[in-house]
């Protein structure tokens, strides 16, 4: 399994994996992150199983495992997301991240999703252009980075109750499109959570979901 030059939209014949989602949604991923029967496999699956397991290396596992892995995975998913886009498309977007599954005094606290977004700028600026991300959301209570493990997944409801939504210092009109940005999307529910809260906002902006990878059911996928 490759990791594709351009993203891909979760359609109508995958969205079964993603129960949240409805046909409404536009979502796009760049790989795809092998799970059977609620398990997702952290290796043997392919490029885009590699580089997700790179991206989330815990603190706690830095040191046996060489934080440089993480550093070239937040790297290469910055390189996928500026390849996608326009240089002119690029200032047209807003980033608005999911955020980690533990607060900022947890242990451990990962951020690298505004890792990537902020090596996207760093590159942005290489060819003249910008991009904007904004923390709108932060997490109140620290949870297991996913449920899959334990089969208990978040509603989109109990994600909301569990976020702090941040005083917003910005026009989201300006924006063409804004971007609910995360590394992998399993059910759908944390980009449904986003997306509600960003239309309560009162926004025109067109609302997708970009993710580095979307969590694959290989049982389902047999029976396909």
Request: glycine content about 4%; proline content about 3%.
């Amino acid at each position: 399994m490759s990791i594709n030059a351009k993203a891909q939209k979760i359609d109508k014949l995958i969205i079964q994996d993603h129960r949240y989602l409805d046909r409404d949604d536009e979502c796009f991923f760049f790989a795809e992150y092998f799970n059977k029967d609620g398990v997702i496999i952290n290796q043997g699956y392919g490029a885009g199983d590699n580089l997700i397991s790179n991206l989330k290396i815990k603190k706690s596992e830095t040191k046996r495992l060489k934080y440089g892995h993480k550093a070239k995975a937040i790297k290469q998913c910055a390189d996928l997301i500026v390849k996608c886009f326009t240089v002119d498309k690029l200032k047209e977007c807003l980033f608005i991240p999911i955020p980690p599954s533990k607060t900022k005094d947890d242990p451990e606290y990962d951020d690298r999703i505004n890792q990537i977004l902020i090596s996207i700028q760093e590159e942005a600026k290489l060819i003249n252009s910008d991009i904007k991300f904004i923390d709108l959301l932060s997490t109140k209570l620290s949870r297991e980075q996913t449920s899959s493990h334990s089969g208990k997944n978040l509603t989109p409801k109990e994600h909301i109750d569990n976020w702090v939504i941040s005083p917003l210092n910005e026009d989201l009109n300006k924006y063409e499109v804004i971007i609910i940005f995360d590394d992998v999307i399993t059910t759908g529910s944390q980009f449904k959570a986003a997306k509600n809260i960003v239309q309560s906002l009162n926004t025109s902006a067109k609302i997708i979901g970009l993710f580095v990878a979307r969590r694959v059911l290989i049982h389902k996928k047999n029976q396909g």
